[in-house]
């Protein structure tokens, strides 16, 4: 894989990256969005495929970018699929920090050192240009004014930008509001995106331990706390995982 093209973890990144605080919107959904948009992108690679609710390695081969052969190492080492929902909730401490890191080196975010209380040190990251960002959202603003279904990349970050709550930080307000209903139906158009973006909000909703249930029937109700017609609980308290980052400003 060519580094020519930013990955779906650097992009979902940067469209939840504030430019002028330097802080990113919903910063423990996010962690999960990331590991997620790791499996879109090894999939789009082919290096992984769907299997049911589970994730296959099909081509173990490296891709090129140390972070995703990691996480395909991990993949391959199971030695059998694994539930899409088990892996995206499982620990992945410093992936976040890893993917800003990553920004930085690339010149696309500088490190701005800080204090919180005027005692912890902070850090916020601040983009150093941006028209990346404004790039990347200009997708999914085309996509949902057009109704053309995106490319399957697209439909992706459309689908894990949903699933990880920054519909409200893209789309803000009552006026955003079809916007936000039209960015969560954009994940009909990738199946990997769908499943990923399914097992994101599982997770967050406390059903990792769960099977996915089948669709209801025709004419029946859908179950209570059914995900249809609903926005993702992105801002859901979650308990925060042990060895979070202690210098990366996370509201």
């Known amino acids: 894989m060519g580094r ?3 990955t779906l973890p650097e992009e979902l990144l940067l469209l939840a990256l504030d430019p002028t605080t330097g802080t990113t919107a919903q910063p423990q959904s996010l962690d999960l969005g990331l590991a997620g948009a790791q499996l879109v992108e090894l999939a789009l690679a082919g290096r992984i495929a769907p299997d049911g609710d589970r994730i296959a390695v099909v ?5 090129g970018d140390p972070t995703l052969d990691s996480a395909l190492e991990l993949l391959r080492r199971r ?8 892996w995206i909730g499982g620990p992945r401490l410093g992936l976040r920090q890893t993917y800003l890191s990553h920004l930085e080196r690339c010149g696309m975010v500088h490190a701005v050192a800080g204090q919180m209380c005027g005692v ?3 850090t916020r990251y601040q983009a150093t240009d941006t028209a990346i960002s404004r790039e990347i959202k200009a997708r999914l603003d085309s996509a949902i004014r057009t109704g053309v279904p995106p490319d399957p990349r697209t439909a992706a970050l459309a689908a894990l930008a949903h699933a990880v709550g920054l519909g409200k930080h893209l789309y803000p307000g009552n006026e955003g509001r079809s916007s936000r209903s039209r960015l969560r139906d954009l994940i009909r158009h990738d199946p ?4 990923v973006a399914h097992a994101v909000m599982d997770v967050q909703n406390g059903a990792a331990a769960q099977p996915r249930r089948s669709p209801a029937p025709a004419g029946r109700p859908a179950p209570a706390g059914g995900r249809a017609g609903q926005e993702p609980a992105g801002g859901v308290p ?3 995982r042990r060895g979070s980052m202690a210098r990366v400003v996370a509201h």
């Open 4 to 6: 020519s093209r930013r």
């Open 59 to 63: 081509a173990p081969r490296p891709t």
């Open 79 to 86: 030695g059998a699929p694994v539930r899409a929902v088990h």
């Open 120 to 122: 912890l040190p902070t």
């Open 192 to 195: 990997m995106g769908g499943l």
């Open 238 to 240: 979650m308990q925060p």
